[in-house]
Antibody, heavy 114, light 106 residues
Framework: QLVESGGGLVQPGGSLRLSCVAY????????MHWVRQAPGKGLEWVSA????????GYVDSVKGRFTISRDNAKNSLYLQMNSLKPEDAALYYCATLSTTGDYWGQGTLVTVSS | EIVVTQSPATLSLSSGERVTLSCRTSQSVGGLLAWYQQRPGQAPRLLIY???NRATGIPARFSGSGSGTDFTLTISSLEPEDSAVYYCQQRFNWVTFGGGTKVEIK
């Protein structure tokens, strides 16, 4: 019900734009989140955006480098990632993290290496 | 930032045993504490929200309790399919996940 894309191999300092498309539920009714998981590691919340984009938050380690956005008309969530660092390498999930409907994608893999 | 700490890091138990996982937050989270299960190769799934409410379709052997800064996930009788990593998560101030507890079946 959530399908991510846009991951890939990028050099340190480079940029990527992740996308997530929602199917089968009313996207505009949910705040949306990006959560990442480095290989063999735990879950780390990255960013969130409210239903109308009026409230946005980031984990400290990505502030000033990542930008979250959404387009409710396209049922889509985005994450613009700039100035990428090796420690940003992870599987990036989009998710609702909602008590009324907890939906996760299967993730898109970001590799940061020269 | 609210720090979330889970213990232990790993548990190895037999089927049928009772399992207790602990989660501590660095400040009160107003009961806004959830538990997720992640099986290998899968996305996480919500088990418990707001301390003690089971998510849709979650078996009754899973229960949550706690208050303030200390929370517990209990599996009353461990099943083989419960082998997974369990994460607690606070949503009082944005979102933070704990480091996880890996539950292994002997």
């Amino acid at each position: 019900q959530l399908v991510e894309s846009g991951g890939g191999l990028v050099q340190p300092g480079g940029s990527l734009r992740l996308s997530c498309v929602a199917y089968g539920f009313t996207f505009e009714n949910y705040a949306m989140h990006w959560v990442r998981q480095a290989p063999g590691k735990g879950l780390e919340w990255v960013s969130a955006i409210s239903r109308n984009s009026g409230s946005i938050g980031y984990v400290d380690s990505v502030k000033g480098r990542f930008t979250i956005s959404r387009d409710n008309a396209k049922n889509s969530l985005y994450l613009q990632m700039n100035s990428l660092k090796p420690e940003d390498a992870a599987l990036y999930y989009c998710a609702t993290l909602s008590t009324t409907g907890d939906y996760w994608g299967q993730g898109t893999l970001v590799t940061v290496s020269s | 930032e609210i720090v979330v700490t889970q213990s232990p890091a790993t548990l190895s138990l037999s089927s049928g045993e009772r399992v207790t996982l602990s989660c501590r937050t660095s400040q009160s989270v107003g009961g806004l504490l959830a538990w997720y299960q992640q099986r290998p190769g899968q996305a996480p799934r919500l088990l418990i929200y707001d301390t003690s409410n089971r998510a849709t379709g979650i078996p009754a052997r899973f229960s949550g309790s706690g208050s303030g800064t200390d929370f517990t996930l209990t599996i009353s009788s461990l099943e083989p399919e419960d082998s997974a990593v369990y994460y607690c998560q606070q949503r009082f101030n944005w979102v933070t996940f704990g480091g996880g507890t890996k539950v292994e079946i002997k």
